[in-house]
């Protein structure tokens, strides 16, 4: 992945994050699936390397608020 890439992420991780830290419901459903995340990672008992990671769960991006919440539901 190159700088300009990962520059891209990152400026949409922070507008989303923006979009969630704004609307409560959001708020509660991201920590859910969060906290699931860290309980999922600490069960592994081994380290995998970030390339496998990213083989394991693709990224994923959304054009708008409600994409991201139907998402969010789906969970």
Same mark, same amino acid.
């Given at each position: 992945?190159?700088?300009? /890439?990962?520059?891209?992420?990152?400026?949409?991780?922070?507008?989303?994050? #923006?979009?969630?830290?704004?609307?409560? #419901?959001?708020? /509660?459903?991201?920590?859910?699936?969060?906290?699931?995340?860290?309980? @999922?990672?600490?069960?592994?008992?081994?380290?995998?390397?970030?390339? @496998?990671?990213?083989? /394991?769960?693709? #990224?994923?991006?959304?054009?708008?608020?409600? /994409?991201?919440?139907?998402?969010?539901?789906?969970?």
């Amino acid at each position: 992945m190159t700088a300009i /890439q990962i520059d891209t992420l990152t400026a949409q991780a922070y507008r989303d994050m #923006g979009i969630i830290a704004e609307n409560e #419901g959001f708020l /509660q459903r991201i920590s859910k699936y969060l906290r699931k995340i860290v309980r @999922d990672s600490t069960e592994d008992s081994f380290e995998m390397s970030q390339e @496998d990671k990213a083989k /394991q769960s693709p #990224g994923k991006a959304f054009d708008s608020v409600e /994409q991201l919440d139907k998402y969010i539901r789906s969970l």
